[in-house]
């Protein structure tokens, strides 16, 4: 069962992908932590990365596509793969296809974690850790049980990341809209794409995914 995850940054994805790792036995391919390695294994794509990387460049389409294939191939992605992070655009989504297919393989289905905006922009410029040990805390889901105080070494230390202002995370979340708008038609079309309620609990959620995976035949249904 191979699959993509679409959704905005902040949406749930990397929590939603270790679960269908853990219940399916997939391997989670996140495209920045492969090209990290590739550079770090300094492997010919990696090299190649690394200069462009270097000089200010884009990492082209096709390279990316080529490090996918390598990575796929490997065997802990025998029982299949979760896509994170990729495509981007259509023309990204369109390499994969034909790339996937020379190999006889295919995505199965497409997972798209529909959110309102404006909440999950609160959502995550509410975000902030611990400057001491790193539990997380939100100011609305999730604030210290103690205002000022970490729940676990008792800091009054705290930090945010710059890129979760909240004008920061709108602007990014435009940025993904304008370039994911494209895909979803593409998959929508040949039946692969699955909305899900990304505004749910993570056990909601994940109950949404499972019945997405039996309504498109990955699974078989309970």
Known sequence: ??????????????????????????????????????????????????ALMVAGKLVPDALIIAMLKDRIAQPDCQNGFILDGFPRTLAQAEELDTMLAVDGKSIDVVLFLDVNEEI???????????????????????????????????????KRRADDKRETVVERLKEYRNLTAPILPF??????LRKVNGMLTTAEVTAEIEAALEDSGAITKK
Not at 126 to 137: D, E, K, L, V
């Open 1 to 50: 069962m191979n699959i993509i995850f679409l959704g905005p940054p902040g949406a749930g994805k990397g929590t939603q992908s270790k679960l269908l790792e853990e219940r399916h036995g997939l391997v989670q391919i996140s495209t920045g932590d492969m090209l990290r390695a590739e550079v770090a294994r300094g492997s010919d794509i990696g090299n190649q990365a690394k």
């Open 120 to 158: 999950l922009a609160d959502r995550i410029s509410g975000r902030f850790t611990c400057a001491q040990c790193g539990q997380t805390y939100n100011e609305a889901s999730n604030p210290p049980v103690k205002a000022g105080e970490c729940d676990t070494c008792g800091s009054h230390e705290f």
């Open 187 to 192: 998959y929508e079309k040949t039946g692969r």
